[in-house]
Structure formats: C-alpha cells, structure tokens
C-alpha cells in the first residue's frame, strides 16, 4: 500500500466501490530509441530495466497541483522531470528516476555490480566509497547511479538538460536493503525497494511519468520502449479449499462469497483455482488466502469458539527424567549448577597434566574462535570445571561445590566428534575429603537405582594417585573421581584440595535399574551381628562387603563397615575390618543358628 494505486484498490473492497485504474496513453513524437540507447544488465540483482527517451526537453517549475500534492506527501519539488519521477512513484509505488542523455558514455547503460573500492558523487553532494557487490546504473566508462537507492551527481537534471533517459526498474530489495545501511542513506526509493516490488508494474509506470511529460508540455517522447526481462514472473496458483479455510477461521463463510472477496482483490477465479495477482507477492499458499478473506470479512465478525483438536498431553522422556533426578539430588547435596562455554584453550589439557599422546587430545578446531581461550571443542569436562573453581577461589570464595551436565566432543575414526553427556562435580573448602565425595556420588547413582561399585585406579593424571577411584556397573567404567592432582591444582593457582568426578551421563542412563516397588515394613524383627575380618592390608574394604553379601543369601538385608584397625594386636601387613550385618527373615524370626 506504499501507493496511491494501491490504497485505491483495497479501499475499494473495503467500501464495496468499483474501481477503475487507467491505463496511461503516449502518443509519443517518433524517432527509434534503438538509435539513442543500449540497455545490458550484467547481474541476476536486476529482474527487469526498462528505459524510455524524451528529447527536447524544457526543464521548469511544475505546476500548482503537482507541486502542492507532492509536499503534501512530504516530497520536496524540485523541477517538472524530477517531480514526475516522484510523483510516479507516489501514484503507482514504482521509484524511478531521470538521466541527463549527455552524461552518458557510449549511450549504453550497464547494470553491474561494483569493483572493489569503486566511487561515485551522489546526488546529495557526497563522494561514495562502495563496497565490493553493490549494484550499480553504468554508462560504458562509470557509474551513473546507486540502484535503488540514489542517483549520480555526475548525470544529473539541470536547466541545460535537453534529452533525457527514464528509468524504470526491479531490482533485488535485500540487496538495495544491504546497500542503503552500508552507505547510511535509506531513501523514498530504497525503502520501497527493500519490501520487494511487483516486477510488471515497471512498464505501466514508465508509460505513466511520459504520459505526464506530455501532459505538462516538458518535452518529446521518442518511440519505443526498451524493456530488459531476462525471466519474466510466472503467475503462481493456489487451490480453493474452503472447508479448510472455514475451519482455519472458524467461520461457515460460503465459497460462492470467498470466490467474491477473492475476485475484488485481484485474483483471478478458475473454477477452484486461484491465480496470485503480480503484485501480492505475499501471498504463497491457502493460508494467505485465509487471511484475506477474513481481513475483508472482518474479524469482528468472526465468532467466539472453543479450540477444537486432540490434546496431547507432554511429558519428559525417560532420560530426561533422569537428568532431572540428577539435578535435584545434587541441589539436594549442596551444589549448585554452572554453565561453561563447550569451547577451551589447547593449554588447558596441559593445565590438567593430560598426556602428550592421549587421544583425548585430537580436539575439533574452531575456524572462527572467540579468542585464544576457545579455539577447540573440548574433548574432557575437567578444565572448565577447574577454571571456574579458580575464578572462585581468586574471588574469595572460601568453600564452593559445583556441578555441570553439558558435554563432551571425543574424537572418533569420522569426521565429527563423539557428542557425550558427562555430569561434573567440583569441590574445593570447609572439611570435604574423599570419603564426602564419595558419598554424594553414591547418593546420586542410588537415586537411579544404578547397582554400582568401586575400584581403585592408577591411570589418572589429572587425579592424586593415592585418592582416586573409578566407578563401574556391570564391569564397565561410568566414571572416575577423586582429589584432583597437587600440580593441576598449582597450575590453576589454588592453594586448597580440590575435589573432582566425571559421570558419563549415557553410562548412567543404561545403568537405570527399575522403578522402585512398595514394600510393606517388615512384620519380623530382624537380628544384628557384628563381626571382624582380618585381612591383607591391600584388600578393599568394599570387596568384602561384596563376599559377604555373596554367601549370606536372601536373610541378609545389610553390610556396614564401622570400623578398620591396624597395630600391635593385628600382624603386620594386615588389617582388621569390623562389619555389622543385618539379618531379617520376611516371613519368620530367625534363629539363633540361622
């Protein structure tokens, strides 16, 4: 609606009023424009030019009417000629614009695409460094004209003017766009441009600004058009389907009154096929067609209804369901979440002591990086945990705990990493020891009901060697913890024991054991028996609560360890391990033999 013509035509459907739109007649002076111009178009930016040639021209004021409707749309007169190309594109929403034919090299106009560095004095008096792509109006030695946007100081209208070029054109409004805010300098033309207009409106409005030329006496219109349309605009079809529009509106509109409002805006009606008028390039299948039947219908008129459809009901999948347990019981613990950049430093892997020849290493590299401290995609959690722990522990934060579910990049055999889940703790202050740690982590696979296990673990640099340990389900490693290594800590300058664990989320997630089942309280009172186990000082604890649960059967209902000793009373080289066993029977007392 950015023109008269096209308020006239919806104005004319909202008020139910016909609408006539005259066709503009030249009666022209003869002569060939084949023997003054050329037109070459040199860019797919350009869908159609389209020039005429007026000669003895008598450049002056424009008369009253003219001059009066152009300020009253906010247009500054300047002569008859430049006030025709304006008010043409007032009138019919086509921006044009007037050449001085003298100013023309080769009498040839180009539409190409800038070089690099290109100038050009536009018509506001200022010397324009173009960027390299930026659409131009040429002669055959130098630009005459930004398209789109403005004309070139270098051919413009003056009083001595006797012969000038018209334009008419369609040009690529994303590009005209780009232009116009590269160069500061949004125009009438280019704002028009920019929304994309109607390629076979170039033609009327060409013949419209010559008939005005006639109209004022300004000048002589050669015959001839030279029209440039390498691929004219095929007129798009679209199906009627008014069940489906009735029920996208909630209306019982009839197809005989959709057809109307259809036809009154322009679209032409064959049978249950709707052909797309050139200038409603907006409208691409039926739901557009809704959309203007119910604008001219009226919303208002539409009535209130209910929603109609089948619910579907969302819900969270199962891993992340175990995602969230895993979050709340680690807000339960007392840590609490942080998010890092999945991009790092190639440094950090020496920070944290990782081998030279460790796979872990061959990281996906960012061709783009934000900086030097995210030019890879991290292949371990580690490091960034530990850069936020020491972001902390230089802030004078005394005792933090952290953890992070994000991922991982393991390089693979392809192309594109392995993406992996890991959830990452960090601990550093107050009296957290590893024993504490080891006990959160229990509690969050228990929250899973992962039958879990513990083993000592030697191939860890990053970690202490005498303080860590990995985690396993069904014999395979899930993850690994422990008090990160004195050196890794010093690289970070930190001066306190830092604690750290990665759980391989997916591991996890197939450790899930089932739902948990209601068990009534036990009817039977159950029988405590404590004993002591001596043993090489070398054997896990762990291990023999595992033989003890192994060769007590189904009465056992628990194992704890309270205690370990070893001196004077116990041979050297071993130790005394103190167990308290629960015996419970579900469906008798127990024995004393038992």
Not at 46 to 60: E, L, N, S
Not at 89 to 99: D, N, S, V
Not at 154 to 161: H, L, R, V, Y
Request: charged share 25%; with cysteine; hydrophobic share 35%.
């Amino acid at each position: 609606c950015l023109s008269v013509i096209g308020l006239a035509r919806e104005t004319s459907v909202v008020f139910d009023r016909p609408l006539t739109i005259r066709e503009p007649v030249v009666k022209g002076s003869g002569g060939n424009i084949d023997d003054y111009l050329e037109v070459e178009i040199q860019s797919d930016l350009c869908k159609r030019y389209a020039a005429r040639v007026v000669t003895d021209v008598k450049i002056g004021p424009s008369p009253a009417w003219l001059r009066d409707r152009l300020r009253s749309s906010g247009i500054r007169p300047i002569n008859n000629i430049v006030d025709i190309t304006n008010y043409v594109m007032l009138e019919y929403g086509q921006p044009m614009h007037a050449f001085d034919y003298s100013c023309l090299d080769g009498k040839k106009i180009i539409v190409r695409t800038s070089r690099k560095d290109e100038t050009i004095d536009t018509l506001d008096e200022k010397k324009r460094v173009l960027k390299e792509g930026t659409l131009l109006i040429c002669d055959e030695k130098k630009p005459v004209a930004i398209a789109g946007v403005m004309g070139g100081a270098n051919s413009e209208i003056t009083g001595q003017t006797k012969v000038i070029v018209f334009e008419s054109a369609n040009f690529n409004g994303p590009s005209v766009r780009r232009t116009a805010i590269s160069l500061g300098m949004r125009t009438e033309s280019s704002s028009r441009f920019e929304k994309g207009l109607d390629p076979e409106n170039v033609i009327p409005a060409l013949q419209r600004a010559c008939e005005l030329v006639e109209l004022l006496g300004a000048g002589k219109v050669v015959d001839g058009i030279i029209d440039n349309y390498p691929s004219p605009v095929r007129t798009r079809t679209i199906t009627l389907e008014p069940e489906k529009i009735n029920s996208l509106l909630g209306t019982d509109l009839t197809e005989g009154y959709m057809k109307q409002v259809l036809a009154k805006l322009g679209f032409g009606i064959d049978g249950n096929r709707v052909s797309v008028p050139s200038w409603r390039a907006d409208v691409e299948r039926m739901q557009d067609l809704a959309e203007e039947i119910a604008r001219i219908y009226g919303y208002e008129n539409i009535p209130m209804s209910l929603m109609r459809g089948v619910t579907t009901i969302g819900a969270l999948s199962a891993k992340q369901k175990a995602e969230k347990v895993i979050e709340n019981t680690c807000y339960a613990l007392g840590y609490s979440d942080i998010i890092t950049y999945s991009f790092i430093s190639p440094t950090y892997y020496d920070k944290i002591m990782m081998p030279e020849d460790s796979p872990l290493r061959k990281s996906l590299e960012i061709l783009n990086p934000l900086g030097e401290d995210t030019g890879i995609m991290r292949t371990v959690s580690l490091p960034s945990m530990m850069e936020t722990l020491a972001r902390n522990f230089n802030n004078r934060n005394e005792s933090v705990k952290f953890f992070e579910m994000a991922k991982v990049y393991v390089p693979t055999d392809d192309k594109l990493p392995e993406e992996r889940k890991v959830l990452t703790l960090g601990v550093y202050g107050g009296d957290f020891d590893f024993f504490e740690l080891k006990g959160d982590i229990e509690a969050i696979l228990d929250s899973l009901r992962i039958d879990y296990s513990f083993s000592k673990v030697y191939d860890l640099s990053s970690y202490h060697p005498g303080q860590c340990a990995e985690v396993l389900s069904g014999g395979v490693r899930i993850g690994v913890f422990g008090q990160v290594h004195p050196l890794v800590v010093e690289n970070y300058d930190m001066d306190v024991r830092v604690y750290a664990a990665e759980l391989d989320f997916n591991a996890m997630f197939g450790s899930v054991g089932p739902d948990a089942v209601y068990t009534p309280l036990p009817r039977f009172p159950a029988t405590t028996r404590d004993m002591a186990v001596v043993c090489d000082i070398a054997v896990p604890a762990g291990k023999l609560v595992e033989t003890v649960k192994e060769v007590s059967g189904d009465v056992l209902e628990s194992a704890e360890i309270f205690d370990v000793y070893t001196g004077d009373q116990v041979p050297q080289g071993k130790k005394s391990v103190a167990l308290s066993l629960k015996f419970r029977h579900s469906d008798r007392t127990l024995t004393d033999e038992e």
